[in-house]
């Protein structure tokens, strides 16, 4: 990719993100266009259309959310499970406006598939150091990730720190010791 092509990608991806956090996403394409200082035509040409942008976006995020997890492999104590969950949750929060329903968009399998196997290992170092109860799946994991979309959906605007409290419930409740759990593991989602 040229240099100024890929200048002008960088804009339209910061700008998508400024103005879908600001009007979320009915906001138009004219305006990302003005924010990124491009044309109307430099982004559909890149672009060709919303979803396609927020696919990329959704791309961006999970190769970010994944370089972090990967990051704390190895970590002290099998702490890196918990760094990476309370990390997603901030990047949510923060990214409220667009960043579940750009998810929600197709997106790679290897990039879902590589996050899920990181998350996998996290988890085993996790329970391997004890800090986390042996009979919780990766899958699990994944689900405590999603849950946090009603959480923020309802209170980022009143109360900010609500995730974080419910990240700490969502965690005590992943922890040895805490009751059993009384139905199987899910399988697929």
Not at 43 to 60: G, M, S, V, W
């Amino acid at each position: 990719m040229r240099q100024d092509a890929a200048r002008n990608r960088d804009r339209i991806i910061s700008a998508a993100c400024a103005v879908f956090a600001e009007r979320g996403l009915d906001a138009c394409v004219e305006d990302i266009a003005r924010r990124a200082e491009v044309g109307v035509g430099t982004l559909y040409r890149r672009f060709p259309t919303k979803e396609h942008l927020l696919r990329q976006i959704a791309e961006d995020l999970l190769r970010e959310l994944l370089e972090g997890a990967r990051a704390e492999l190895g970590a002290a104590d099998g702490a890196g499970l918990e760094r990476t969950l309370r990390q997603c949750a901030l990047l949510q929060v923060s990214k409220r406006g667009y960043m579940m329903r750009a998810f929600d968009t197709a997106m790679p399998d290897e990039l879902r598939t590589a996050f899920r196997a990181t998350l996998g290992e996290l988890l085993t170092e996790a329970q391997a150091a004890g800090t986390i109860r042996p009979d919780v799946t990766t899958l699990d994991v994944v689900m405590v990730l999603w849950s946090l979309r009603g959480v923020i959906d309802m209170s980022a605007d009143t109360s900010p720190a609500a995730v974080q409290r419910y990240m700490d419930l969502l965690l005590a409740a992943l922890r040895p010791g805490a009751a059993p759990l009384t139905h199987p593991p899910v399988t697929n989602i």
